[in-house]
């Protein structure tokens, strides 16, 4: 199965002499390896080294796999006995799962629980790194690959996505769409609450009328408006991301006692809240 291909690039990590077979990914890479690790370790890649000794000429055996360069790359990295394991990243899972399940290589599924168990992977991943499309991915891997903690740090993400980026056939059709919906109702519900306590609790008169409290109409209006859109705006998107936006004319309204000081607090919460990894359940 010789390839003498001019589209052909070779690996850096894995260039020629590094061992004795090809292995030729989607985008055209060639990876030199040797088979004894893959062999070990996967009884998919052991039997392809069967058959191909059974009719191997003079030429360095060469293998062409679906999976694309990075997949394959972090694949052998993790395999060879001489290299620190590679570091994981979110983008990179989807694949490697459907690679680990292929070619039957369940220490990466190991590898990979150990990771999304440290503290930093739980506590630390940022929007930037798990955004909404990828985290539906995860989701749906979740159960199919049985690590509940993948579909946590995607319902983590989900439950406060726009509702434009979740409402799509792919999520839908998830088994775990229902729970989502039902994650997301609550955190509506939390919002909603901690908003009228907020911009309503706070309410400092403008003026007294016969001995009352009242408010002047011109600032009982804004106070209305403000909140009538602050609530539609997270009934949509329900994460404190979505209330900085839409603060609107209460950045500037006098009427709140101590507004910036109860914001913190409600900052706070927020935060506390969206860092939480939901329940499967």
């Known amino acids: ?19 004795d077979i090809q292995l030729i990914t989607r985008d055209r890479i060639v990876f030199h390896f040797h088979p004894w690790p893959l062999a070990h370790m996967s009884p998919i890649f052991r039997d392809m080294f069967r058959i191909e000794d059974a009719h191997r000429g003079s030429s360095t055996p060469s293998f062409t796999l679906p999976e694309s360069s990075a997949t394959i790359s972090m694949i052998l990295s993790f395999i060879d006995p001489i290299k620190d394991n590679p570091t994981l990243d979110f983008p990179i899972l989807p694949q490697l799962l459907e690679a680990e ?5 369940s220490k990466i599924k190991d ?14 991943t940022t929007d930037a790194e798990l955004d909404t499309q990828l985290a539906i991915e995860l989701l749906e891997a979740g159960p199919t690959f049985d ?15 726009p509702a434009s980026e979740i409402l799509v056939p792919r ?14 109702a609550k955190r509506i519900d939390w919002f909603r609450q901690a908003l009228i306590g907020l911009l309503c609790g706070g309410a400092a008169p403008r003026r007294i009328h016969h001995g009352e409290f009242t408010i002047d109409d011109e600032v009982y209006r804004n106070i209305c408006a403000a909140m009538i859109e602050l609530t539609h705006a997270v ?4 994460s404190y991301a979505c209330c900085e936006r839409n603060w609107g004319d209460l950045h500037n309204v ?24 939901p329940g499967l359940s």
Request: proline share 4%; charged share 25%.
């Open 111 to 124: 590898w990979m629980i150990r990771w999304l168990n440290t503290r930093s992977v739980m506590a630390e």
């Open 1 to 19: 199965m010789a390839h003498h291909r001019t589209d052909l690039r070779y690996s850096e990590e894995f260039p020629p002499g590094y061992g």
């Open 171 to 184: 999520l839908a059709g998830s088994k775990m769409f229902g729970h989502l919906v039902k994650l997301r």
């Open 235 to 238: 009934c949509l998107e329900p």
């Open 101 to 105: 399940r292929k070619y039957q290589i």
């Open 147 to 161: 690590i509940p903690l993948l579909s946590q740090l995607a319902l983590r993400v989900l439950i406060k996505a």
């Open 254 to 277: 006098d009427y709140i006692n101590g507004i910036e000081i109860k914001k913190k607090s409600f900052q706070g919460l927020c935060k506390s809240l969206e860092a939480e990894l």
